[in-house]
């Protein structure tokens, strides 16, 4: 009778670790989807020394660079600094101002890139370009439609 529960155990193991490889394995095929998954939407973000970039901040920390009477009103970013260094690859030592209490070094997530002064927004639309600014007046897509039906967009 000693041979027979000897042999039932050493069975229960073997299916112990057989299924705790499966696990392993389901864990890291798991891991390797979620990844892959992940890593479709990030992009790489590379600084050189002297670039100009602006800090997305949250709240707490404008309050340290800057006095807003109204929080909901705050900037998102802050900038341009000047980065001073690059720390491995993710992170960036920028130059602030000398009385901001919040840490030089930011991480690439919560940095974007300055354009500078050359690169500006179309402030008049590309189909507006011989008309007067005044004229450019918005217009009610219902009333449009019952306008001119047989017009689609």
Sequence with gaps: MGIAKLEIVKQGLMAKDKLLAMLKTNLLVAQNRMKAQADKHRKEKVFEVGDLVYLKLVHYQLQSLAAYAYHKLHPWFYGPCEVLEGIRSVAYKHKLLTDSK????????????????????????????????????WEDYDESVKKFPDFSL
């Excluded at 919040?102 to 927004?121: D, E, T, Y």
């Design 102 to 137: 919040i840490h030089h070094v930011f991480h690439v997530s919560c940095l974007k890139k300055h354009l500078g002064p050359g690169v500006s927004p179309l402030s008049i639309l590309p189909v507006w370009k011989n008309n007067k600014e005044e004229d450019a007046t």
